[in-house]
């Protein structure tokens, strides 16, 4: 499966940079929200992998920072589990303050969304 999106959410790791200055490259992880009629909102995780100027930009950022980026959607199957990675074409929005309106959910918190959306609980 193969779709251009456009996510929001925390980045759930502080970013990796691989590769070399001429080719950087540059993976992390994003906890995306989706908000459930009749229920909390629900977190999921979402690998971000990143190349050249894009790759050195979220580079610069750290774990928990806010941010919207675009790019394609690519999921994949391991052991029976859906795992979805973006492919970064764009950092629409970044920022390292937190967003109005509440406060940023925890670990435990994150994974507890993420074990719900994925039928773990």
Sequence with gaps: MTAQIAISGRLG???KPHGSEEKPMTTCFLFGEVEVRDESDISFPVNLVAFGQVAKLLGRLDKGSFL??????????YQGEVRYSVLVNDIVS???????GGKAKTWEQQKESADRLYGKK
Aim: aromatic share 0%; charged share 20%.
């Design 94 to 100: 970044a920022k390292a303050s937190q967003p109005r």
């Design 13 to 15: 790791n502080d970013p």
């Design 68 to 77: 919207t980026v675009s790019g394609k959607l690519q999921g994949s199957t």
